[in-house]
Nanobody
Framework: QVQLVESGGGLVQTGGSLRLSCAAS????????MGWFRQAPGKEREFVAA????????HYLDSVKGRFTISRDNAKNTVYLQMNSLKPEDTAVYYC???????????????WGQGTQVTVSS
C-alpha cells in the first residue's frame, strides 16, 4: 500500500476556493489510481473524484462537476483537488485514497490518508 498525507484544508466563505494536496510515499505511486472522498458530520463517506494512474481519465460526483478538478503529478508523488465555487454543503473531512485497481471502481480504494477538514461558511 501507499502512505498518504493530505493538506490544504481550511475555512473558506461560500464561493471561495481551496486546493487540497495529497503526498504519497513509495516508488509505486504512478501505478495507483487515486481518489478523493469526503465525510460530513452524521453522514456516510462519499466519493468525490478519481483519476487514473496516468492522469488521462477522471470521474466526478455529479454535484461537484464543473467546480472541482482532480489532477496528479507523478514526478512529485502528489494528487490534487482544486475546489472552486465552494458551497456550505461541501463542508466535510476530505480523504485522499489510492487503489491498485480500475479508477472507476470506487469500492477498491484501500489506502487512505488521515483526512483534512474543509469548512465552507455561508
Amino acid at each position: 500500500q501507499v502512505q498518504l498525507v493530505e493538506s490544504g484544508g481550511g475555512l473558506v466563505q461560500t464561493g471561495g476556493s481551496l486546493r487540497l494536496s495529497c503526498a504519497a510515499s513509495g516508488r509505486t505511486f504512478s501505478t495507483y489510481a487515486m481518489g478523493w472522498f469526503r465525510q460530513a458530520p452524521g453522514k456516510e463517506r462519499e466519493f468525490v473524484a478519481a483519476i487514473s494512474h496516468g492522469g488521462t481519465n477522471t470521474h466526478y460526483l455529479d454535484s461537484v462537476k464543473g467546480r472541482f478538478t482532480i489532477s496528479r503529478d507523478n514526478a512529485k508523488n502528489t494528487v490534487y483537488l482544486q475546489m472552486n465555487s465552494l458551497k456550505p454543503e461541501d463542508t466535510a473531512v476530505y480523504y485522499c485514497a489510492g487503489s491498485n485497481y480500475y479508477y472507476g471502481d470506487r469500492t477498491r480504494f484501500d489506502s487512505w490518508g488521515q483526512g483534512t477538514q474543509v469548512t465552507v461558511s455561508s
